[in-house]
């Protein structure tokens, strides 16, 4: 008996459709946002003419006052970084599926619901509370890292060979002992380059949060912007991309060797 042949579909129709639809979106988003072509076409041109505004920069207001305030920002990013790292490595152990697979999908939920949440807005509840400075900032940070962290954590833990796990319980190991000796040894590598990863982001965001009285370099960038003192904007930002600049190079150098040992 021969079998029936039935038609297919042209492989392609689905492609198009989802180009028309894609391109529409995009031409829908320009327009809402008021991107004409006439306002396209002469964007390279008023960018060329802004930022001949801010050169040359005010080296010494650079150094007396940009200075200090990136290198908060810094201690502002590590310090969250801190409380992110201290505070996700044990909800990634509760949200890994094969540790914990009945409470998992809560962690997991707890964790997406504190990264819905930016770090500014963190701010701007934190500063009534603990008040205005650096360390409103800190707190902003670390608790926006943690909905990343443990996530992120959660994921390399489940990836894991489970077999030492296992073995352990089967040697009358507790639960909590063949975490601490069978999976913490695994991930942590990986987990740390995670951490650094994180203090990058975190360098970057610091950065801003002194716009809403949280520390930092963004609140004397912004007061330099306001007044039109484009020779200091300049110096606080050089020095800013400076320092994320390095700061990057290192992390990533670490984070190489953590991953690869």
Same mark, same amino acid.
């Given at each position: ?72 920002? %810094?201690?502002?990013?590590? =310090?969250? /970084? ?46 009534? =509370? ?7 900032? +800190?707190?902003? %940070? ?11 954590? +959660?994921?390399?833990?489940?990836? =894991? ?9 089967? +040697? ?50 912004? /007061? ?22 390095? %700061?990057?190079?290192?992390?990533? +150098? %670490? ?7």
């Amino acid at each position: 008996m021969n079998a029936v042949v039935r038609p297919q579909a042209p492989k392609g129709g689905l492609a198009t459709w989802a180009t028309l639809v894609i391109a529409g979106l995009v031409l829908w988003s320009l327009w809402s946002i008021d991107a004409s072509p006439e306002r396209l076409l002469k964007l390279p041109e008023q960018m060329v003419r802004v930022l001949g505004f801010f050169w040359p920069a005010d080296w010494g207001y650079g150094q007396t006052r940009a200075l200090p305030a990136v290198l908060e920002s %810094i201690q502002i990013a590590w =310090i969250g /970084t801190l409380i992110g790292a201290a505070l996700s490595i044990s909800l990634a152990v509760l949200g890994a599926r094969t540790l914990f697979p009945r409470i998992s999908r809560l962690v997991k939920f707890i964790s997406s619901a504190i990264r819905s949440v930016p770090e500014i807005l963190l701010a701007l509840y934190l500063v009534p =509370i603990v008040g205005l400075g650096p360390f409103a900032g +800190a707190l902003a %940070i670390g608790i926006h890292s943690v909905g990343m962290l443990s996530k992120l954590g +959660a994921e390399v833990i489940e990836s =894991i060979d489970m077999g030492t796990f296992e073995a352990v319980e089967a +040697a009358g190991g507790s639960r909590l002992q063949a975490i601490r000796f069978a999976v913490l040894p695994q991930v942590l590598p990986e987990i740390m380059a995670q951490w650094l990863f994180r203090f990058e982001l975190n360098l970057r965001a610091s950065a801003i949060l002194g716009v809403v009285g949280a520390g930092g370099v963004g609140g004397m960038l912004l /007061t330099a912007l306001r007044y039109r003192q484009f020779d200091k904007a300049a110096a606080v930002l050089l020095i800013t991309i400076l320092a994320v600049l390095l %700061i990057d190079m290192a992390s990533s +150098a %670490i984070r190489r060797r953590l991953v690869n040992s």
